[in-house]
Nanobody, 124 residues
Framework: QVQLVESGGGLVQAGGSLRLSCAAS????????MGWFRQAPGKDREFVAG????????YYTASVKGRFTISRDNAKNTVYLQMNSLKPEDTAVYYC?????????????????WGQGTQVTVSS
């Protein structure tokens, strides 16, 4: 089992920044590929960013490319999502997720473990 706990969400004005953190415990964090997803009210959960276990590759959905940065610190068992130039359409509950196997990094069904989510609200 891997337990994931997100933090860092909040209310921010458009153009502002937030840094989300996801602390992992349980099994060896460095064995897992990590992802951030988000879900707005009435919408499906969507992929935001992903990072491989060895930090050799990162992935982003088109709408956040150039604004968001995913990173991880395997020594601290933590994955981060730095979000800059936030827009109202970024408003959602943000979830981190862990998957052991490689595969489709942008599909929620490929992930084995999920956090409880943290709310991000961007006001216009």
């Amino acid at each position: 089992q891997v337990q994931l706990v997100e933090s860092g969400g909040g209310l921010v004005q458009a153009g502002g920044s937030l840094r989300l953190s996801c602390a992992a415990s349980g099994r060896t964090f460095s064995n897992y590929n990590m992802g951030w997803f988000r879900q707005a009210p009435g919408k499906d959960r969507e992929f935001v960013a992903g990072i491989t276990r060895t930090v050799d590759s990162t992935y982003y959905t088109a709408s956040v490319k150039g604004r968001f940065t995913i990173s991880r610190d395997n020594a601290k068992n933590t994955v981060y999502l730095q979000m800059n130039s936030l827009k109202p359409e970024d408003t959602a509950v943000y979830y981190c997720a862990a998957r052991y196997y490689s595969g489709s990094y942008d599909r929620p069904g490929e992930y084995d473990y999920w956090g409880q989510g943290t709310q991000v609200t961007v006001s216009s």
